[in-house]
């Protein structure tokens, strides 16, 4: 076990007011030139999540004046860009690795120290097959190099799945626009409900009290 830091969600606390001020101040520090979260796939993410914070004002002044803002409108503006000051939590926790100083420079705040997993050694191998039923697959994943006891199986479905990557318990896309799904489930797990006819992809890890695995192979099917 290796004793860590992440970041800290106290932003999820905050009056909209009081959010506007601590989001631009991520978003600068992160966005600068020579930041170490700066780099030409992100910039159009902080370029995005920037135009929802400036929302968030812009749905306080309608409101204030008493024009088309409503409490219903600044709370969806809230929303909207919480979504992104969430991916780039999960950024920095990523990029940090534990590190505080790291996590600060971000603008976000450092939690404690935390425990977090240690890996188990050994690769699950993942397979699957396609169910008459529409929207239904199942899975099957084999873990005879992995030693564990009391195995939990976390599958991970997305439409590309070629940016997930992970440090420790935490699972990340840094592609924005991908729409993950984690199911926790026994070895053989019966999926229903994906959308039919899409092409998905699916890796699997997993998870016991002695640790984290490495990813599966990774699976490509179209959804029956």
Not at 23 to 46: A, D, W
Not at 66 to 88: L, P, R, Y
């Amino acid at each position: 076990m290796q004793r860590k830091q992440s970041v800290l969600r106290n932003y999820k606390l905050l009056n909209p007011e009081k959010k506007v001020i601590m989001y631009l101040k991520i978003e600068g520090k992160m966005s600068v030139v020579g930041s170490v979260f700066v780099n030409p796939s992100l910039i159009f993410t902080y370029l995005l999540g920037l135009a929802k914070i400036n929302a968030i004002t812009t749905a306080l002044n309608n409101a204030a004046d008493g024009g088309d803002g409503t409490v219903d409108a600044v709370n969806k503006a809230v929303i909207a860009a919480e979504k992104f000051i969430d991916n780039w939590a999960d950024l920095v926790d990523l990029i940090a690795n534990g590190d505080a100083v790291i996590i600060i420079s971000s603008g976000f705040d450092a939690s404690k120290a935390e425990t977090t997993p240690a890996v188990i050694n050994g690769q699950p191998i993942l397979d699957f097959t396609p169910q008459k039923q529409a929207g239904s697959v199942l899975l099957d994943v084999k873990h005879a190099s992995i030693t564990v006891e009391h195995p939990t199986m976390t599958y991970i479905f997305g439409s590309n799945l070629d940016t997930l990557t992970r440090s420790g318990d935490l699972m990340y896309c840094t592609d924005v626009t991908i729409r993950l799904l984690m199911i926790n489930g026994k070895k053989e797990i019966m999926v229903t409900g994906l959308p039919s006819g899409e092409n998905m992809q699916c890796v699997c890890v997993i998870t016991n009290t002695a640790g984290v695995s490495t990813y599966s192979n990774v699976i490509k099917f179209k959804v029956p």
